[in-house]
T-cell receptor, first 115, second 114 residues
């Protein structure tokens, strides 16, 4: 079955530590996205990528970094500069590199907590 | 810039009752509109979308939504609630031209009582 795989499901970070969240898709989608979800806040866009080797900042990119070296992979690094990283992180993908009418397909998320 | 407002962070209904979840958008041109559902500790699943054409859109699990341009609304309804409908629902909007990301509302938690 095609889909999006996020790992790990739960992740713990120590103060001052960088952590990387994995996102892999086998849907052959060009566009990929990272969202942060906090209770009562909905989903907020961190970074997105329309094509390999290119990505753009979303609304809350500070303290995060991404790479897009392969079409199927879009890892997110939460750096020590992100002072409040505890949240549920969702990765998504969509067909094509343009066109807002394409729905996004989501992974099952990674829950990050601070030790 | 576009935005989405979902009225009511929580909505409670009895099993068998009508479900109505409200969504209003703000956009300079009629946007594309989506409803997603999220079960606990899972990702979002698309319920339905409006892009062009018929303004009454039918989705999965018996849900439907109507795009009303004059009211800038895209409310989600279901005639009869099931216990399995208990989840969080998100309305989202994207611009109709060029590349556009999704802007999400803050979500409405649907509680269904027996």
């Amino acid at each position: 079955d095609g889909g999006i795989t996020q790992s790990p499901k739960y992740l713990f970070r120590k103060e001052g530590q960088n952590v990387t969240l994995s996102c892999e898709q086998n849907l052959n989608h060009d566009a990929m996205y990272w969202y942060r979800q906090d209770p009562g806040q909905g989903l907020r866009l961190i970074y997105y990528s329309q094509i390999v080797n290119d990505f753009q900042k979303g609304d809350i990119a500070e303290g995060y970094s991404v790479s897009r070296e392969k079409k199927e992979s879009f890892p997110l690094t939460v750096t020590s500069a992100q002072k409040n990283p505890t949240a549920f992180y969702l990765c998504a993908s969509s067909i094509g590199s343009g066109g807002g009418n394409q729905p996004q397909h989501f992974g099952d998320g990674t829950r990050l907590s601070i030790l | 810039a576009q935005s989405v407002t979902q009225l009511g962070s929580h909505v409670s209904v009895s099993e068998g009752a009508l479900v109505l979840l409200r969504c209003n958008y703000s956009s300079s041109v009629p946007p594309y509109l989506f409803w997603y559902v999220q079960y606990p500790n899972q990702g979002l699943q698309l319920l339905l979308k409006y892009t062009t054409g018929a303004t009454l859109v039918k989705g999965i699990n018996g849900f439907e939504a109507e795009f009303k341009k004059s009211e800038t609304s895209f409310h989600l309804t279901k005639p009869s609630a099931h216990m399995s409908d208990a989840a969080e629902y998100f309305c989202a909007v994207s611009a109709p031209r060029g590349y556009s990301t999704l802007t999400f509302g803050k979500g409405t938690m649907l509680l269904v009582s027996p």
